[in-house]
Each structure stands twice: as C-alpha cells, then as structure tokens.
C-alpha cells in the first residue's frame, strides 16, 4: 500500500498525536487503532483541508456530505469488528471512502453502495491509488442494500435513516451486526443490531450526528 506519508500536518507524526486522542476518547480496539495510524486521512478530504485532516471532526467533501469524524469512524469499525474480524461488510455509503479503506484495511472483501455517483467516484479514484484491490463499488439507494453480493457478516452505515431500513436487516448473516446512526436530525442514536436465529438484537450506543439517509441516486 502507498500510504503517502506527507510532511507536516499531514505526516506520521500528526497521525500517531490522533491514534493517541482516539485512545483518550475510549477506543480501544488495537487493529482499529493501528490501522488508522497508517491510512492518510489528508488524502480523502480537499487539498484546503488536509492540514485538519487528523482532527477529530466531520469535514465537508462536497454534495452536502461530511466525511466523518475520526472517533466515529473507529468506534462503528470497532462495534462492527468486536467478536470476529468479518469475511465480508456492505458499506452504506462510500462518501469520501475513508471509511471505506479502514475496512477494506481489517477485512478481506468489501462491498460499497453511495447514491451520489461523483463522491463514489473520486473515492474509487483516491483508493485505487492507495492500493485498495478488495473494495467492489455500486452507484445504489443504499436503503436497498446490494442482495446480489450478500448475505454479509456485517454491515455499517454512514447515514441516519428514521427507521433501519428492512432490507440491510434481511442482508444480514444469522449473527451478523449492522451498525448505523437512528433517528431525525438532533436526536440520533448509534445503535448496534445483531441478527439472531429468530430475532434482531438491538443495543443503543451513544447520541451522534450524521448526515440523513436519503433514497434514490444523484
């Protein structure tokens, strides 16, 4: 992988200072950790940005998308990855496919749907010259999931729908998690939902704020 180490703001240095910012919020998952000391998250977000690329905040990648904060990212990887590392995971939105390369980093096969075809591009772009090989992208309403690709071992979403969409629930394995952020703007959840034999399990994690889930392509 060509991880770009960059010079100043953007260097290893500056990555490690977020590792260890990570660690003091609570993450403690150590492949999350060390993955996210590797990947340079400059690379996703405009030239403009790069030099706050490593705090931890949301920035705008354009479209009225936001890649996600640093936290957030490893916390909904951590929550996905905490009893076994997946085969596979559907992305529910690519946005700037920074997420997109955490768990292309930790798991062998993702699988990315986004409905906004430029962000989905420029991400394909950025990752490709990473060296990301094992991420298969699809221009998708992300409520319909991918069914030809699935079923999968885990699924994480970038976005906040009202309710969880049906269809991501019946993609999932018997004892696969989903995790995504619930709920109308100012009063969202991170909530973790596991697939039983005969059930779904549903913990609620913590308040967030994401941008909301909304249907069809642009």
């Given amino acids: 992988m060509n991880l770009h180490r960059g010079i100043?703001?953007?260097?290893q240095r500056t990555r490690d200072r977020m590792v260890q910012q990570l660690q003091q919020l609570g993450i403690k998952d150590q492949?999350?950790?060390e993955v996210m000391s590797k990947i340079p998250r400059h690379l996703f977000v405009a030239e403009a940005l790069a030099s706050r690329a490593y705090e931890n905040t949301a920035l705008p990648i354009g479209q009225g998308q936001t890649i996600s904060q640093p936290y957030m990212v490893a916390r909904m990887t951590e929550l996905l990855i905490e009893d076994d590392l997946p085969e596979n995971v559907l992305e529910v939105g690519t946005g700037s496919g920074y997420q997109s390369?955490?768990?292309?980093?930790?798991?062998p096969r993702v699988f990315s749907v986004e409905r906004i075809r430029p962000l989905q591009d420029k991400a394909k772009t950025v990752l490709d010259e990473i060296g990301f090989r094992n991420i298969s992208f699809k221009h998708s309403d992300g409520g319909w999931g991918w069914k030809a690709c699935g079923p999968y071992q885990g699924?994480?979403?970038?976005?906040?729908p009202a309710e969880i969409p049906a269809k991501l629930l019946q993609q999932l394995l018997p004892m696969a998690k989903l995790v995504i952020p619930i709920g109308e703007e100012g009063q969202q959840v991170l909530?973790?939902?596991t697939r039983t034999d005969s059930a779904y399990e549903v913990e609620t994690i913590e308040a967030v704020s994401f941008v909301p889930f909304l249907k069809g392509r642009a």
């Fill in 8 to 11: 100043g703001m953007t260097s």
């Fill in 31 to 33: 492949r999350v950790l």
């Fill in 101 to 107: 390369a955490v768990l292309a980093s930790l798991i």
């Fill in 155 to 160: 699924i994480l979403a970038a976005a906040a």
């Fill in 191 to 193: 909530q973790r939902i």
